[in-house]
């Protein structure tokens, strides 16, 4: 079989972000015995990745499709099984943009509070966050999720947007650190994003983790390699992938969709977290 992805991304942003290098290598890795592969289009909006779809259905050049990214009112999915194409989605708990889908759940929500919570244990009481698209649904799960988690610890917290790349993190943080409440600790929602976040502390003096603590979502090489090394949410993202092919596998073979809930992220600690400077 091969498993078709499509990636959505502005042409100014360079490159394959971390998480989808990482995701799709565990899939290759899962289908290399069986000669299968991942068929991969990058393109720059939904109309092109419709027109994808509808490609690979009338050629049969893909066997099933997973979907990633999804927003409110997400059509793809639908429109992949209106083309008679099994689809696996990569979701949270609770999505429901149409029944009977097969469902790869990432708990967001949970891995958050998760952060937030060991900020807290640090002793931070003003905890900044750079969050991804405000369009996509896991970013809304974990903006839900940051509000909660400070308000039940009675702590500030202060939020920049993004959009994944290393540059918005740089600019994300610089807002964050002029704010008059200034965050001792700041979350990322990816690594691209936390390394931007780290180059601006570098280039303007600020000390990590003693004035600044830095924690990167989905742990990858960027972290590793940073100086300091980024502390991180670490999920298996190579072993997500496989997790995806299993699950196509099962479709394929004509059994019913399921929900398979992935496991929560480990939190890696690093040389960017720390106690807060006294203050």
């Known amino acids: 079989m091969s498993i078709g992805m499509v990636l959505r991304r502005s042409p100014h942003l360079p490159g394959v972000e971390p998480f989808y290098s990482e995701f799709i290598a565990g899939m290759e890795d899962a289908l290399r015995d069986s000669g299968d592969s991942v068929v991969l289009h990058i393109v720059p909006g ?3 990745e419709l027109e994808s779809y509808r490609r690979w259905a009338a050629s049969g050049h893909v066997s099933a499709v997973v979907v990633r990214d999804i927003v409110a009112g997400d059509v793809r999915a639908e429109v992949l099984r209106g083309l008679g194409l099994p689809v696996l989605v990569l979701g949270d708990p609770g999505y429901t943009e149409g029944e009977g889908i097969a469902t790869l759940q990432v708990d967001n929500f949970g891995a958050m509070t998760q952060a937030v919570e060991f900020a807290v244990g640090l002793g931070h009481r003003v905890i900044g966050r750079v969050a991804g698209p405000a369009h996509l649904l896991h970013t809304g799960v974990r903006s839900r999720s940051f509000q909660e988690a400070v308000a039940a610890h009675d702590v500030i917290g202060l939020t920049a947007v993004g959009d994944y790349s290393e540059v918005s ?70 072993a997500l992938g496989a997790t995806a092919v299993d699950i196509v596998g099962e479709l394929l073979a004509g059994r019913s969709p399921v929900a398979r809930l992935a496991p929560l992220p480990r939190l890696i600690v690093r040389g960017t977290t720390g106690s807060p400077p006294r203050r």
């Open 169 to 238: 993190g740089s600019l994300a943080v610089e807002k964050l650190w002029r704010d008059p409440h200034r965050p001792t600790m700041i979350i990322f929602d990816n690594d691209a994003m936390a390394v931007g976040g780290l180059g601006f502390a570098i280039r303007n003096g600020v000390r990590v983790p003693d004035e600044l603590s830095m924690l990167a979502w989905d742990d990858s090489i960027l972290c590793r390699l940073s100086e300091p090394a980024l502390s991180a949410m670490r999920r298996d993202i190579h």
């Open 46 to 48: 939904l109309e092109e």
